[in-house]
Protein backbone atom coordinates (compact mmCIF):
# COMPACT_ATOMS: atom_id res chain seq x y z
CA UNK A 1 0.00 0.00 0.00
CA UNK A 2 1.50 3.11 -1.11
CA UNK A 3 2.15 5.97 2.05
CA UNK A 4 -0.63 8.32 2.89
CA UNK A 5 -0.46 12.12 0.78
CA UNK A 6 1.44 14.54 3.43
CA UNK A 7 -1.08 17.18 4.47
CA UNK A 8 -0.69 20.37 2.95
CA UNK A 9 -3.29 22.26 4.37
CA UNK A 10 -4.33 23.17 8.37
CA UNK A 11 -7.25 24.64 9.80
CA UNK A 12 -6.93 27.38 11.36
CA UNK A 13 -6.04 26.94 15.12
CA UNK A 14 -7.66 28.79 18.05
CA UNK A 15 -6.27 32.30 19.07
CA UNK A 16 -5.96 34.09 22.49
CA UNK A 17 -7.15 37.24 23.12
CA UNK A 18 -3.65 38.72 21.22
CA UNK A 19 -4.69 36.86 18.53
CA UNK A 20 -1.80 34.45 18.26
CA UNK A 21 -3.29 30.94 18.49
CA UNK A 22 -2.90 28.90 21.46
CA UNK A 23 -4.66 25.97 23.16
CA UNK A 24 -5.98 22.56 23.61
CA UNK A 25 -6.34 23.09 19.66
CA UNK A 26 -2.71 24.20 18.95
CA UNK A 27 -1.50 21.42 21.53
CA UNK A 28 -3.89 19.30 19.42
CA UNK A 29 -1.60 20.28 16.14
CA UNK A 30 1.25 19.44 18.18
CA UNK A 31 0.54 15.54 19.22
CA UNK A 32 -0.69 15.54 15.25
CA UNK A 33 2.94 17.20 13.93
CA UNK A 34 4.75 14.56 16.58
CA UNK A 35 2.40 11.78 14.86
CA UNK A 36 5.03 10.31 12.19
CA UNK A 37 3.58 8.91 9.36
CA UNK A 38 5.16 5.19 8.89
CA UNK A 39 6.65 4.37 5.19
CA UNK A 40 8.55 1.55 6.19
CA UNK A 41 9.64 -0.30 9.07
CA UNK A 42 12.25 1.26 10.12
CA UNK A 43 11.53 4.90 8.26
CA UNK A 44 9.30 7.73 9.34
CA UNK A 45 8.44 11.08 7.46
CA UNK A 46 7.33 14.30 9.41
CA UNK A 47 6.17 17.61 8.11
CA UNK A 48 6.39 21.30 9.81
CA UNK A 49 3.58 23.51 11.00
CA UNK A 50 2.00 26.31 8.42
CA UNK A 51 2.99 28.41 10.85
CA UNK A 52 6.93 28.58 11.53
CA UNK A 53 10.05 29.86 12.05
CA UNK A 54 12.48 30.30 8.73
CA UNK A 55 14.24 27.04 9.71
CA UNK A 56 12.98 23.93 10.82
CA UNK A 57 12.65 24.59 14.85
CA UNK A 58 15.20 22.16 16.74
CA UNK A 59 12.81 21.07 19.35
CA UNK A 60 10.53 19.95 16.67
CA UNK A 61 13.00 17.63 14.73
CA UNK A 62 14.82 16.18 18.07
CA UNK A 63 10.87 15.50 19.02
CA UNK A 64 10.03 13.81 15.84
CA UNK A 65 13.61 11.85 15.81
CA UNK A 66 12.75 10.52 19.10
CA UNK A 67 9.15 9.42 18.38
CA UNK A 68 10.82 7.70 15.07
CA UNK A 69 12.86 5.97 17.55
CA UNK A 70 10.35 5.03 19.89
CA UNK A 71 8.30 3.59 17.54
CA UNK A 72 10.61 0.56 17.36
CA UNK A 73 11.18 0.03 20.99
CA UNK A 74 8.87 -2.20 22.89
CA UNK A 75 6.45 0.05 25.06
CA UNK A 76 7.84 -1.33 28.30
CA UNK A 77 11.02 -0.31 27.73
CA UNK A 78 11.00 3.80 28.51
CA UNK A 79 13.84 6.26 26.80
CA UNK A 80 16.29 7.49 29.53
CA UNK A 81 19.07 9.48 27.63
CA UNK A 82 19.66 11.15 23.69
CA UNK A 83 22.12 12.35 22.55
CA UNK A 84 21.91 14.33 19.36
CA UNK A 85 23.56 16.99 16.97
CA UNK A 86 22.26 19.63 14.37
CA UNK A 87 24.08 18.92 11.27
CA UNK A 88 22.33 21.33 8.80
CA UNK A 89 19.69 23.83 8.77
CA UNK A 90 15.86 22.35 8.11
CA UNK A 91 13.44 24.24 5.49
CA UNK A 92 10.47 23.79 6.91
CA UNK A 93 8.64 23.93 3.78
CA UNK A 94 9.32 20.07 2.80
CA UNK A 95 8.73 17.11 4.70
CA UNK A 96 11.52 15.75 6.36
CA UNK A 97 12.37 12.11 6.71
CA UNK A 98 13.77 9.72 9.59
CA UNK A 99 15.86 6.78 9.20
CA UNK A 100 15.99 4.86 12.03
CA UNK A 101 18.52 1.93 13.23
CA UNK A 102 17.88 -0.66 15.47
CA UNK A 103 21.61 -0.63 16.94
CA UNK A 104 21.00 -3.10 19.88
CA UNK A 105 18.13 -4.80 22.00
CA UNK A 106 19.65 -5.98 25.11
CA UNK A 107 18.20 -7.81 28.02
CA UNK A 108 17.71 -4.32 29.71
CA UNK A 109 18.93 -1.61 27.02
CA UNK A 110 17.66 -0.93 23.52
CA UNK A 111 19.44 1.70 21.79
CA UNK A 112 18.56 2.99 18.42
CA UNK A 113 19.90 5.88 15.96
CA UNK A 114 18.29 8.06 13.65
CA UNK A 115 19.01 9.85 10.74
CA UNK A 116 17.02 13.50 9.93
CA UNK A 117 17.02 14.08 6.04
CA UNK A 118 16.26 16.11 3.24
CA UNK A 119 16.59 16.87 0.03
CA UNK A 120 19.19 13.22 0.58
CA UNK A 121 21.08 14.71 2.86
CA UNK A 122 21.25 14.64 6.97
CA UNK A 123 20.12 17.52 8.79
CA UNK A 124 20.39 15.79 12.24
CA UNK A 125 21.05 12.87 13.85
CA UNK A 126 19.95 11.56 17.07
CA UNK A 127 21.21 8.31 19.60
CA UNK A 128 18.31 7.37 22.04
CA UNK A 129 18.78 4.83 24.54
CA UNK A 130 15.73 2.88 26.41
CA UNK A 131 15.95 0.55 28.97
CA UNK A 132 13.65 -2.12 31.06
CA UNK A 133 12.36 -0.53 34.10
CA UNK A 134 13.90 -1.75 37.41
CA UNK A 135 14.42 -0.54 40.90
CA UNK A 136 17.35 0.90 41.97
CA UNK A 137 19.03 3.91 44.29
CA UNK A 138 16.30 7.26 44.26
CA UNK A 139 18.00 10.23 45.06
CA UNK A 140 17.33 13.53 43.35
CA UNK A 141 18.76 17.31 43.29
CA UNK A 142 16.36 19.96 45.35
CA UNK A 143 13.78 21.70 43.93
CA UNK A 144 14.73 25.78 44.22
CA UNK A 145 13.13 27.09 46.78
CA UNK A 146 11.33 30.24 46.85
CA UNK A 147 9.89 30.09 43.47
CA UNK A 148 6.86 31.74 42.79
CA UNK A 149 4.11 29.34 41.69
CA UNK A 150 2.75 29.50 38.13
CA UNK A 151 -0.37 31.75 38.52
CA UNK A 152 1.67 34.59 40.55
CA UNK A 153 3.79 35.46 37.40
CA UNK A 154 3.07 36.34 33.69
CA UNK A 155 1.85 33.89 31.19
CA UNK A 156 3.50 34.46 27.42
CA UNK A 157 -0.07 35.18 26.21
CA UNK A 158 0.22 38.33 28.20
CA UNK A 159 3.69 39.60 27.63
CA UNK A 160 2.72 39.30 23.81
CA UNK A 161 0.02 41.91 24.54
CA UNK A 162 1.96 44.68 26.16
CA UNK A 163 4.57 43.87 23.41
CA UNK A 164 7.58 41.98 25.13
CA UNK A 165 6.48 38.27 24.02
CA UNK A 166 10.27 38.14 22.24
CA UNK A 167 10.12 35.34 18.96
CA UNK A 168 7.75 32.89 20.87
CA UNK A 169 5.01 35.36 20.54
CA UNK A 170 4.04 35.48 16.83
CA UNK A 171 4.45 31.37 16.65
CA UNK A 172 1.44 29.11 17.87
CA UNK A 173 1.87 28.63 21.82
CA UNK A 174 0.84 24.65 22.54
CA UNK A 175 2.53 25.29 25.62
CA UNK A 176 1.50 27.04 28.52
CA UNK A 177 4.75 29.04 29.14
CA UNK A 178 4.87 31.17 32.63
CA UNK A 179 8.14 33.40 32.64
CA UNK A 180 9.42 33.92 35.84
CA UNK A 181 12.81 36.17 35.36
CA UNK A 182 13.31 38.85 32.66
CA UNK A 183 13.78 36.61 29.30
CA UNK A 184 16.43 37.86 27.40
CA UNK A 185 14.68 39.59 25.02
CA UNK A 186 12.59 41.89 27.18
CA UNK A 187 12.81 45.60 27.38
CA UNK A 188 12.70 45.49 31.23
CA UNK A 189 15.77 43.13 31.27
CA UNK A 190 18.63 45.43 32.92
CA UNK A 191 22.29 44.13 32.59
CA UNK A 192 24.12 40.88 32.97
CA UNK A 193 23.00 38.12 35.50
CA UNK A 194 24.66 34.93 36.72
CA UNK A 195 21.36 33.60 38.07
CA UNK A 196 19.74 30.81 35.96
CA UNK A 197 16.86 32.34 33.80
CA UNK A 198 13.04 30.02 35.51
CA UNK A 199 9.90 29.60 34.43
CA UNK A 200 7.09 27.21 34.69
CA UNK A 201 5.60 25.27 31.46
CA UNK A 202 3.24 22.88 30.70
CA UNK A 203 0.92 21.88 27.88
CA UNK A 204 -2.14 24.16 27.01
CA UNK A 205 -4.43 21.15 27.70
CA UNK A 206 -4.65 17.95 28.06
CA UNK A 207 -2.37 15.19 26.46
CA UNK A 208 -3.43 11.33 26.21
CA UNK A 209 -1.62 8.70 28.50
CA UNK A 210 1.39 7.58 26.29
CA UNK A 211 4.74 7.93 28.14
CA UNK A 212 6.41 8.72 24.96
CA UNK A 213 4.35 11.74 23.45
CA UNK A 214 5.37 12.98 27.19
CA UNK A 215 8.72 12.29 26.97
CA UNK A 216 8.83 13.59 23.37
CA UNK A 217 7.12 16.57 23.59
CA UNK A 218 8.97 17.65 26.81
CA UNK A 219 11.71 17.05 24.18
CA UNK A 220 10.24 19.98 22.34
CA UNK A 221 10.08 22.59 25.34
CA UNK A 222 13.45 22.16 26.44
CA UNK A 223 14.93 23.95 22.93
CA UNK A 224 12.63 26.99 23.75
CA UNK A 225 14.87 28.76 25.90
CA UNK A 226 18.07 26.95 26.90
CA UNK A 227 19.95 29.17 25.04
CA UNK A 228 19.14 32.06 26.28
CA UNK A 229 20.64 31.42 29.12
CA UNK A 230 24.24 32.59 27.69
CA UNK A 231 22.67 36.02 26.73
CA UNK A 232 21.51 36.36 30.09
CA UNK A 233 25.03 36.11 31.85
CA UNK A 234 26.29 39.52 29.24
CA UNK A 235 23.97 42.43 28.67
CA UNK A 236 24.13 41.27 24.60
CA UNK A 237 20.84 40.60 23.95
CA UNK A 238 20.44 44.00 21.87
CA UNK A 239 22.52 43.22 19.25
CA UNK A 240 21.05 40.66 17.73
CA UNK A 241 23.26 37.79 18.12
CA UNK A 242 23.09 34.72 15.54
CA UNK A 243 22.60 31.88 17.52
CA UNK A 244 22.21 28.07 16.68
CA UNK A 245 21.74 24.55 18.33
CA UNK A 246 24.51 22.60 17.67
CA UNK A 247 24.39 19.62 19.89
CA UNK A 248 21.83 18.67 22.74
CA UNK A 249 21.49 15.87 25.15
CA UNK A 250 18.65 14.98 27.79
CA UNK A 251 18.56 12.10 30.44
CA UNK A 252 15.25 11.19 31.60
CA UNK A 253 14.99 10.50 35.55
CA UNK A 254 11.83 9.75 36.65
CA UNK A 255 8.47 9.92 35.18
CA UNK A 256 6.59 13.12 34.55
CA UNK A 257 3.61 14.45 32.70
CA UNK A 258 4.10 17.28 30.41
CA UNK A 259 0.15 18.37 30.77
CA UNK A 260 1.37 18.97 34.37
CA UNK A 261 3.36 21.77 35.94
CA UNK A 262 7.18 22.15 35.42
CA UNK A 263 9.65 23.88 36.61
CA UNK A 264 12.28 24.58 33.80
CA UNK A 265 15.59 26.40 35.37
CA UNK A 266 18.13 26.97 32.37
CA UNK A 267 21.86 28.26 33.15
CA UNK A 268 24.97 28.65 31.33
CA UNK A 269 28.38 27.25 32.80
CA UNK A 270 30.57 28.67 30.04
CA UNK A 271 30.92 30.07 26.42
CA UNK A 272 34.32 30.21 24.18
CA UNK A 273 34.79 30.51 20.65
CA UNK A 274 31.51 31.77 19.49
CA UNK A 275 29.60 28.45 21.26
CA UNK A 276 27.30 28.73 24.30
CA UNK A 277 26.96 25.99 26.57
CA UNK A 278 23.80 26.21 28.40
CA UNK A 279 22.07 23.05 30.96
CA UNK A 280 18.60 23.31 31.82
CA UNK A 281 16.64 20.75 34.78
CA UNK A 282 13.01 19.81 34.96
CA UNK A 283 11.37 19.89 38.29
CA UNK A 284 8.00 18.33 38.79
CA UNK A 285 5.40 20.25 41.26
CA UNK A 286 6.21 17.90 43.62
CA UNK A 287 9.87 18.93 44.06
CA UNK A 288 11.24 15.95 41.97
CA UNK A 289 14.20 16.47 39.76
CA UNK A 290 12.14 14.91 36.41
CA UNK A 291 15.23 15.62 33.77
CA UNK A 292 18.35 17.27 32.64
CA UNK A 293 18.97 18.70 29.57
CA UNK A 294 22.54 20.53 28.24
CA UNK A 295 23.00 21.96 24.85
CA UNK A 296 25.80 23.73 22.80
CA UNK A 297 25.16 26.58 20.74
CA UNK A 298 26.63 28.75 18.24
CA UNK A 299 26.42 32.18 19.57
CA UNK A 300 27.95 34.79 17.32
CA UNK A 301 27.44 38.53 18.86
CA UNK A 302 28.96 41.30 16.24
CA UNK A 303 31.91 42.77 17.57
CA UNK A 304 32.88 39.74 19.69
CA UNK A 305 34.36 37.59 16.94
CA UNK A 306 36.92 37.41 14.31
Known amino acids: MSP ?6 TPPPATAADGEPCGQAVLDDLVALLDLERLEDNLFRGVSPPVTLPRVFGGQVAGQALVAA ?22 PSI ?8 VRDGRSFTTRRVLAIQRGEAIFSLSAS ?14 PTGVPAPDEVDDLGARALRGDGGWLADLPRPLDIRLIDE ?7 TG ?25 LLTYASDLTLLGSVLARHDASAAHPQMASLDHAMWFHQPFRADEWLLY ?5 AASGGRGLAG ?10 VATTMQEGLVRVPGTHR
Not at 4 to 9: D, F, H, I, L, Y
Not at 70 to 84: F, I, K, Q
Not at 95 to 102: D, F, L, M, N, S
Open 4 to 9: EPVPTQ
Open 70 to 91: GRTVPEDRPVHSLHAYFIRPGD
Open 95 to 102: PIVYETER
Open 130 to 143: FQLEQQGLVHTEPM
Open 183 to 189: PVWSPHR
Open 192 to 216: ASDEPIRLWLRADGRLPDNDLLHVC
Open 265 to 269: TCYSP
Open 280 to 289: GRFFGADGRL
